[in-house]
């Protein structure tokens, strides 16, 4: 089976420009988790979806938004890029909701901003 | 508030030596413990996770980690290591209810031969 996928691999942006990352869960997980993981430090949560729904949210401004689709595949958007912003981004999913659930974690978006 | 400490930034040990990587925590409810391992471009694998009971669990890979609630520690250890076992180790923290993780800022193991 298919593990967590993530696309693209690399991406470069400029300040102030829009960037969407997508993640495709395992088959059968309908809960997909996103973190920022930059340079030097350990990851950072910033979304959890479940059944398309919302589940929780990091602390993270407004330009971060993201959406589950009804194939549980999931889309982070990134506005007004920062410099700040250049990170591994991570995608995670499980079967369901709750840490009774493993976490399987993507090889992740490295998205440099310029 | 929540947080994981990890003192150690990095680490070498010689193959077939023990290992102890350190890992503190601060959580407000009863914590869900987790050690994860990254390796250069892949993802992050979980080694071994602690919800309740026996205090010591095991893992994969040879790991165990120990969870002493008056230390708020949950420090992870190998008997011996081996050179595939360099990579990054992260310590998280998480809410029950939730895929949410507090994470470790990490400790880079190096393995000399």
């Known amino acids: 089976d298919a593990g967590v996928t993530q696309s693209p691999t690399h991406l470069i942006k400029t300040r102030g420009q829009h960037v969407t990352l997508r993640c495709s869960p395992i088959s059968g997980h309908k809960s997909v988790s996103w973190y920022q993981q930059v340079l030097g430090q350990g990851p950072q949560f910033i979304f959890q979806y479940y059944e398309k729904e919302e589940r929780g949210r990091g602390n993270f401004p407004d330009r971060f938004s993201a959406r589950q689709f009804p194939n549980y595949s999931s889309e982070l958007n990134v506005n007004a890029l920062l410099l700040g912003d250049s990170a591994l981004y991570l995608c995670?999913?499980?079967?369901?909701?709750?840490?009774?659930?493993?976490?399987?974690f993507g090889p992740g978006t490295r998205l440099t901003v310029t | 508030a929540q947080s994981v400490t990890q003192p150690d930034i990095h680490i070498t040990v010689s193959e077939g030596a023990s290992l102890e990587l350190r890992c503190n925590y601060s959580?407000?409810?009863?914590?869900?413990l987790f050690w994860y391992v990254q390796s250069p471009g892949q993802g992050l694998q979980l080694l071994l996770k602690y919800f309740s009971g026996d205090t010591l669990v095991q893992g994969i890979k040879g790991f165990e980690a120990e969870f002493k609630r008056s230390q708020s520690s949950f420090n992870l250890r190998k008997p011996s290591v081996h050179w595939s076992d360099a990579a990054e180790y992260f310590c998280?923290?998480?809410?029950?209810?939730?895929?949410?993780?507090?994470f470790g800022s990490g400790t880079k193991l190096n393995v000399k031969p």
């Open positions: 995670a999913s499980s079967l369901a909701d709750g840490l009774l659930y493993e976490q399987y």
């Open positions: 998280a923290v998480g809410a029950y209810n939730f895929n949410k993780f507090y």
């Open positions: 959580y407000g409810a009863t914590p869900y």
